[in-house]
């Protein structure tokens, strides 16, 4: 007989994290737009960077990441000693769980919110507390309301994944200012660069002691294959997640990569250019043939459908055709699909297979 060994309360609890569709049986050409990738990839300088940078792979790399964090500083216009880099957004998400969150704590998330939120915070032992949102849009209310003397974190994506709306910078401070004392805002700034001068919440963070962003590589700057993020925030609380993040976490390739791409500032705003533009085409062409969605703020819009089924049918359709874009059912909204705004093809290829499929091809 096997033994059945137990985790911790809450790690069952956990439902595995799905990632976007790259592949569909029997079509040998597939667009992927179920991702929120760059479709261009990272840019040259970036590519250079990464094809250098193997040449001291029996050397341990950086501890303090120091290189990375100055050209975030820099091209940020932040303090590098409250910088803090990992494996993804991911990992910095994973630290502020682990490091402020167990069993009978609680962990709040919007009702369309990011899904690590609640695998992280299951994994940490705490308890995650969804918050509805209002017509897709994050509620402060609603969560100031579901805050109590247990609430240790509060996780916001802005712009919001899956969703692509944004809450503005005053209904974040009054957020910020009414959470209780012992919580800590997460302002998850995953789409934040493809928001033409918006910092991310970085003015807030200098202002207040309470509240951290999280910010990666993965989409604008085209590496979510290489793994990088980093976060920031005041002093005290990035010094607790230094002491639970991994001495060697991130490798001298990312290091490098990401420091290339970060400098990179001529790429990253013409990417920023591209995905605005091919954002309103993609939406208003979509529009027009009857499939909606609210004003996205990040590298993908939600086309919503008129119920569940029409969702799926066309998600079905779009495969058949090689496109690969996103159910997001598991987020509450069982009648949209999140489409990644891709090159201009890819984008014409959508609107030409939605509008087939709705009849009117
Ligand atoms: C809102 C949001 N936060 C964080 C992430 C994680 O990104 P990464 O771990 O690649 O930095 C994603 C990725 O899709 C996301 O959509």
Redesign the pocket.
Known sequence: MTRQIEPHPGIMDIRPYKGGASYVDGVTEVVKLS??ENPFGPGDKAREAFAKSGGRLHRYPSTDHKALRLAIAEVHDLDADRIICGA????I?SFLCQAYAGPGDEVIHTEHG?S?YRISTLAAGATPVEVPERERVVDVDAILKACNSQTKLVFI?NP??PTGTMVGGNELARLADGLPEQAILVL?G??AEYVEGFDGGAALINMRDNVVM?R?L?KLYGL?GL?I?WGYGPASIVDVLNRVRGPFNLSDTQLQTAEAAIRDREYADKCRAENGRLRVWLSEALAKIGVPSDVSCANFILARFADREEAEACDDFLQSKGLLVRRVAGYKLPNCLRITVGDEASCRRVVHAVSEFKGRG
């Open positions: 991702s929120n993804g957004s991911d990992e998400i990011f690590m994506a919001a994944n998850d995953a789409y999280t990666t993965s979510g793994r993020g």
